[in-house]
């Protein structure tokens, strides 16, 4: 690796900021069914804790996505939780309103057809957005598990304007250093006509709820063929990428370690906001955020995994030669643009991780160095212990 080519990878990994999940701590699975794990995290301290840990071995998670149903306790000061953050050395982050828990909605929130759900909806965005606003979060990101499973079950237009409508009443609790990001699912729950199955729609609503809405690109929520980089282009260009939720998918799904399918697609979509950096001369505003919930791997080493292959992937695609790339796209040089892309994705950037972890006191390795600190195993029995002490089976639940 050239010295050039190690100082503006090493320059990308400086601003290179991403987000954990609370819930990607605690005992969640499939929605057929969790295996748990004795190091699991019971509660808020053990997810701020773990998180914490993370952010102590890689140096760039210093924030945590909250889910405010299962996170912030019913009649507490949110200011609670900040503090516990502080604590563990992370802030809070986005934070996820629940939309998809309470049997009201079995017909829908923002889209149902009582008028008093739909409002109750609302509220509880706004109770979140007051959230967002007393733990000093930029972001409220809203997923809706709502939609129709049979044809003819409910009108779709009709729908549609209940949502435009919803959107825009929250819209005006949204401040105006804060975003709200409207998240797409192809399906699930609802199987037929879900009611924001695609970035398209998602476009729409956020443009139209106000001009502090984005989309948020959860890189599971897409068919197999779906070129995502494209999707990810066409939103930057209109200045409406507001965030990611990373994992990897291998059918329409979320929940496996970035890259652990695709690194190359992940270094695509990096390569587009490189691109874009590199044409307006300005970094994008982007929330990177991981949403996963594992089943089968130790919770804490996913995360890590996830969170060093997106630094490498987006040290990579810093490397790319914008300029040949230009030129050979120019002449229609199909073969040399590709080998452009290539030649980046590539190179071996270890060397500027190294430099990168060395120069922020990091461990070499944040694996090696979590798995050397016994953190998992000391956490398992001390939950253990607790979880016991509390009465809390493990048995039983669904996800
Ligand atoms: C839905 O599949 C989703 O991607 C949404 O972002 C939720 O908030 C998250 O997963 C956690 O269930
Ligand atoms: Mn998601």
Request: with cysteine.
């Amino acid at each position: 690796m050239s010295p050039q080519l190690l100082r503006r990878a090493v320059e990308a990994l400086s601003t290179f900021k991403i987000e954990t999940p609370s819930w990607g701590f605690a005992d969640t699975g499939t929605r057929f069914g969790k295996f748990f794990q004795d190091a699991a995290a019971i509660d808020m301290n053990d997810k701020l804790a773990d998180a914490g840990h993370v952010h102590a071995l890689t140096g760039c998670c210093p924030t945590v996505a909250a889910h405010v149903l299962w996170d912030f306790k019913a009649g507490e000061d949110p200011k609670a939780v900040v503090k516990l953050a502080r604590k563990h050395g992370v802030k809070i982050g986005s934070i996820n309103p629940n939309l998809f828990q309470d049997q009201c909605y079995k017909w829908g929130a923002f889209a149902n057809n009582d008028a008093s759900i739909r409002a109750r909806a609302v509220a509880h965005c706004v109770d979140s957005a007051k959230i967002m606003q007393a733990v000093g979060s930029e972001y409220l990101s809203l997923w809706f598990a709502e939609g129709t499973s049979y044809p003819g079950q409910d009108n779709i237009r009709a729908r549609k304007a209940f949502f435009e409508q919803s959107l825009k009443d929250l819209h005006k609790s949204i401040g105006p250093k804060q975003t709200m990001l409207v998240e797409y699912k192809p399906f699930e729950p609802a199987f037929y006509a879900t009611d924001i199955a695609d970035w398209g729609m998602a476009y729409i609503l956020a443009k139209k709820a106000g001009p502090r809405a984005k989309v948020l690109v959860d890189t599971g929520h897409h068919y197999v063929a779906q070129n995502i980089e494209q999707i990810v282009a066409w939103l930057l260009d209109e200045d409406m990428l507001g965030g990611f939720h990373f994992n990897d998918r291998r059918y329409a799904d979320d929940d496996l370690t970035l890259g652990s399918i695709d690194p190359y697609q992940v270094f695509r979509i990096f390569h587009e906001i490189h691109t874009f950096a590199a044409e307006r001369g300005r970094q994008p505003k982007i929330a990177y955020m991981i949403d996963q919930s594992h089943n089968e791997k130790p919770k804490i080493e996913a995360t890590i995994q996830t969170v060093v292959m997106a630094q490498e992937l987006y040290a990579k695609a810093a490397l790319v030669d914008h300029v040949a790339l230009r030129r050979a796209q120019t002449a229609n040089n199909v073969v040399d643009a590709e080998l452009v892309l290539k030649k980046a994705f590539f190179t071996d950037v270890s060397p500027a991780l190294a430099a990168w972890r060395k120069a922020n006191k990091l461990p070499a390795d944040p694996l090696a160095e979590h798995r050397r600190t016994g953190y998992a195993r000391t956490a398992a029995v001390e939950r253990k212990r607790r979880r016991a002490a509390l009465g809390i089976s493990q048995a039983g639940s669904y996800a």
